[in-house]
């Protein structure tokens, strides 16, 4: 995969919201975490066979998905990691409240992006 885009552009198309489409591109995009994926991805599966249920993993699917589309982002994945140091730096809650903020939106947008809307 060519790292070489435009500022803004995603680094790979939008996956759709399965296990497998999402593991190859976290593998792609952030292959630090794939182990984190796996292991949460394990977890996530006994959960839903012991509590006979999908809900566990429908939230697995819109964690990941939000994820990769944040970081098939690069600008997008350095600003929240920007506003997440500013976070446990902030000691003024009306400044804690603004990052907060932004990273709500930040983080609905992905979420929308991800779900394909």
């Known amino acids: 995969m060519s790292t ?16 497998a489409a999402l593991r190859v591109a976290v593998a792609q995009i952030a292959p630090a975490y794939l182990g984190q994926f796996v292991d949460h991805l394990d977890q996530t599966t006994e959960q839903a066979a012991r509590q006979s249920t999908v809900a566990p993993l429908q939230g697995f699917l819109e964690q990941w998905g939000e994820f990769v589309a944040i970081h098939r982002h690069p600008a997008r994945a350095a600003r929240l990691r920007e506003l997440e140091k500013q976070v446990a ?27 394909g809307e």
Request: proline share 7%; aromatic share 0%; no cysteine.
């Open 89 to 115: 730096a902030v000691t003024d809650r009306d400044a804690l409240r603004v990052v907060l903020a932004e990273i709500r939106e930040l983080t609905a947008l992905a979420r929308r992006e991800a779900a």
């Open 4 to 19: 070489s885009h435009r500022d803004g552009e995603a680094l790979i198309p939008r996956p759709p919201l399965t296990t």
